[in-house]
């Protein structure tokens, strides 16, 4: 059997869930062996500012400097910078703490210099002490567009609606009827340099899909022109952790989009919703008498403890992930 810590590893990662496994296998592998490719979906620019959601989440979390009750943000923050936009009538509808800011304009001004952001999210794995190998999965824009129902005015017909993925994430709560998604400026985009080399190393030993909501985090790094065709080359196994735990997400809205669009909540559906993309599953405890039927669509499965609480549990679900991976493998 393959020793997990001898080969490298790819984790595709959206924002909170896909954070919390990447700093469980940074526990667990040398940083030379851990590649973390985000989601650049979610990107969006905002008071003049190029913000990056969920690759600054996982930066933070492997800093060591994420709110650790949010998820997202930094620890110690403060509010004064959109104290005083609210005051003078600005848009303070997503939030951008004082800590938080300071990042959001090195990388405005780094791209505006000319850097990719591919350069300017080293530059801040720099100087932020991660040594883990954290990239965006394109160095392009794509933005993700959300698909929603709205009513007219007096309430009677009601049309779809395309919503930039923020304003229905954070402006809108979540709260709009999704009918389905898009990727603007999918067809155009590249991957970046360095989600190819790790896709291509002879030394790829897996391909790790985060618990991640597997719509608006996951597909649009899948979606990337050329990704799935390399990922088939690899012989790396490409296993997915189920976002969703006994019918709920743990964190966003996956559970809600999934009966909005007609799929039941359950990781059986998640599964379904990657068959032909994946060559493994990981379920949680709570999802157990669900394995044999996901093993029936052709996919191996193991049941686990997936709900990361504490720092232990990150390291075990991740130690759990490549050892399943090495199985796969032999």
Sequence with gaps: MADSTTKNCLAISGGVGG?????????CLPPAKLCVVANTGDDFTHLGFKICPDLDTVLYTLADLNN???????????WNFLSALESMGGETWFQLGDRDLATHCIRTQMLGSGASLTEVTRHLCEVLGVNVDLC?????????????????????????EPMAFQHYFVRDRCQPTVTGFSFEGMDSARPSDKFLA???????GSILICPSNPFVSVDPVLKLPGILEAMKKSPAPVIAVSPIVGGQAIKGPAAKMMAELGMPASALA????????????VIDEA??????EIQGLGIPTIVTKSVMVTLEDRISLAEAVLEFADELAS
């Design 19 to 27: 954070a919390k496994l990447a700093l469980g296998l940074s526990h």
């Design 270 to 281: 998640v599964a379904e919703h990657y068959q032909g993309r994946i060559d493994g599953f």
């Design 198 to 204: 790790a896709l291509e190393s002879k030394n790829l």
């Design 287 to 292: 999802d157990a008498d669900l394995k044999e």
């Design 68 to 78: 650790k009750e949010l998820g997202w943000g930094q620890q110690g923050e403060s």
């Design 136 to 160: 965006p999965m394109t160095d392009d824009h794509v933005a993700t567009i959300v698909h929603c129902e709205k009513e007219d005015s007096e309430g009677g017909e009601k049309t779809i």
